[in-house]
Every structure is written in structure tokens, then in C-alpha cells.
């Protein structure tokens, strides 16, 4: 099937760099969301992105204009959507609210995606109404920049709407592997217990966050290390997949760290609250 237009859900940060590398791709983009300023916000920190590629000279100013031209939005779906990628919070209800939108609004060939992180594409698939046609694309934070997408099929997700996916990951310049339907999958899976014991280090006393993160940048080669990344993604987030991987494999490893629950608790989240293991100005 060939894509050229999509309609992105959510016009938070995931969906908003998401919207932006599919219009510098050259396809018709629609961007949802709740309300007018959640869509306006959206479109500014595209135009912002957009903006600094100018400066640096990645892109000329005649690809902003036209990128930003291919961008639509509106608080209403886009019923001639070849594809829709679902972008909204982690919460199966909300979810579940917007795959049945989309299953009544669009065409009955659309593609429907989710870019969830952690939930499952097996059940978000049946509640879609068109499982053979859903499939999950989880995109890496900031969208723009990082190259990976988890191509995550379910049961019922068919060979067709696996090679769109693959092909329209492939023309947004990413790199498209094909993981199974697990909690986590495999990103998450590695990525959180790792977090989660960097912060068993803090709790423990073992050392200071500023400590752990040099350890594992100067010794182990990450570019960031595991509680400033915490911090970048959410703790909010992070606590959440946590509990996910808990529920789903019912192995204590993956037992959320209590420091991590009392800042969640505390509205500590990180950079989007100021403060997590870092203070943000």
C-alpha cells in the first residue's frame, strides 16, 4: 500500500516530531489533537525545530516552507488518511477512545499504528476494530534526530500492513526492526531495569546521580547516562513502563525502585516538572 498522507494523533512531542520528519518526507501530514492550543503548541515546536536546520544549514529555508505547508491540523480526524500513527499518553482507556475514532473516521484500508512504548499491540489491535490492519511503530525521543523504530506486530497483523510500515519507516529516513509483541519490547525491556537500578544505586547510597551517569558515560561509552536520559524521558513514564513489564512478566527484577515511586509522588518527573535527579532552570 502506498502512503501519502497520515494523520498523527497527539501533538505532544512524540507526535509532533513525528508530523515533522513525515513532511520533510514529502507527504501530506494532518495533526490532531484535543484541543486548538495543544495543536498550536505542536505546530511551534516544529516550526522551531524546522527553524534550527535552517540556521545550521541542514535544510534550506524553501524545505521548511514546504514541509510546513504539507502540515495540516485540526481538533478532526483526516477521513482520507492512508495511515494513522497514534501519539497520545500511555493509557489503554485513552487509547482505546482514539482507535475507535479512527476505526469509524477513516477508510477501511487505512493503516492504524500506535507509538506506544510498552503496551500491548496484541490487545490495542483487537480494540482497533481492524486488527489485521494495526500494527505498533514506536519512535524514539527526539523523533527527528534518533534513526530506530520498533515495527511491533500482533497476531492478527497482516503481511501488508507490515511491509507499509516497514516501507513508510524506511522513506522517513529511519531504520525499521521488527520486534515481537512483549511488554517492553526490546527497547524498553533493556532500557528501564537499567534505569530502574541506576536508581537503586542513588537509593542505597552507593553513589550520587551526577556519579552513576559519569560511570556508565566514561565506562560503559552511552552518550547520556541512565538518570539524566530518566529525567529526559519522565520518571512519570519511566515508573509507568516499570510497572508494565511487573505486571506482564510477574518477575520481581522488574519491581519499580521506591525512590523512583516517592518522586512520582512528589511531581518530580523531571525536565517537564524542573526537578527530577537533576534541577532543570
Known amino acids: 500500500m502506498d502512503v501519502e498522507k497520515i494523520q498523527v494523533v497527539g501533538a505532544g512531542q512524540m507526535g509532533s516530531g513525528i508530523a515533522q520528519?513525515?513532511?520533510?518526507?514529502?507527504?501530506?501530514?494532518?495533526?490532531?489533537?484535543?484541543d486548538e492550543d495543544a495543536i498550536e503548541k505542536g505546530l511551534e515546536t516544529i516550526r522551531k525545530h524546522l527553524a534550527r536546520s535552517v540556521e545550521k544549514?541542514?535544510?534550506s529555508q524553501d524545505e521548511m516552507d514546504e514541509a510546513l505547508g504539507r502540515t495540516a491540523s485540526g481538533t478532526e480526524y483526516a477521513p482520507d488518511a492512508d495511515l494513522a500513527i497514534e501519539a497520545v499518553v500511555e493509557t489503554i482507556e485513552v487509547k482505546k477512545?482514539?482507535?475507535?475514532?479512527?476505526d469509524e473516521q477513516l477508510g477501511d484500508e487505512a493503516v492504524l499504528a500506535t507509538n506506544t512504548s510498552s503496551l500491548s499491540i496484541t490487545e490495542l489491535g483487537a480494540l482497533s476494530g481492524r486488527p489485521e490492519k494495526f500494527i505498533g511503530m514506536h519512535f524514539f525521543n527526539p523523533v527527528p534526530l534518533m534513526k530506530l523504530v520498533e515495527i511491533v506486530r500482533g497476531p492478527e497483523t497482516g503481511d501488508e500492513t507490515y511491509r507499509t510500515a516497514h516501507e513508510l519507516t524506511e522513506r522517513l529516513g529511519k531504520e525499521p526492526v521488527e520486534v515481537q509483541?512483549?511488554?517492553?519490547?526490546v527497547s524498553n525491556r533493556l532500557l528501564m531495569p537499567m534505569i530502574n537500578e541506576a536508581i537503586y544505586c542513588v537509593m542505597e547510597g552507593v553513589a550520587g546521580p551526577e556519579e552513576v551517569d559519569t560511570v556508565m558515560k566514561l565506562g560503559m561509552g552511552h552518550q547520556i547516562g541512565p538518570l539524566a536520559l530518566a529525567d529526559l524521558i519522565g520518571l512519570d513514564t519511566c515508573l509507568h513502563v516499570?510497572?508494565?513489564?511487573?505486571?506482564?512478566?510477574?518477575?520481581?527484577?522488574?519491581?519499580?525502585?521506591?525512590?523512583?515511586?516517592?518522586?512520582?509522588?512528589?511531581?518530580?518527573?523531571g525536565r517537564k516538572s524542573g526537578h527530577g535527579f537533576y534541577q532543570y532552570g
Open 242 to 269: 516499570m510497572e508494565v513489564l511487573h505486571e506482564g512478566f510477574g518477575d520481581s527484577k522488574y519491581r519499580s525502585c521506591p525512590l523512583l515511586k516517592r518522586y512520582v509522588a512528589a511531581g518530580r518527573l
Open 21 to 34: 520528519v513525515a513532511a520533510q518526507a514529502g507527504l501530506s501530514v494532518h495533526l490532531s489533537d484535543l
Open 97 to 102: 477512545v482514539v482507535f475507535r475514532d479512527l
Open 181 to 185: 509483541d512483549f511488554p517492553g519490547f
Open 57 to 59: 544549514e541542514r535544510i
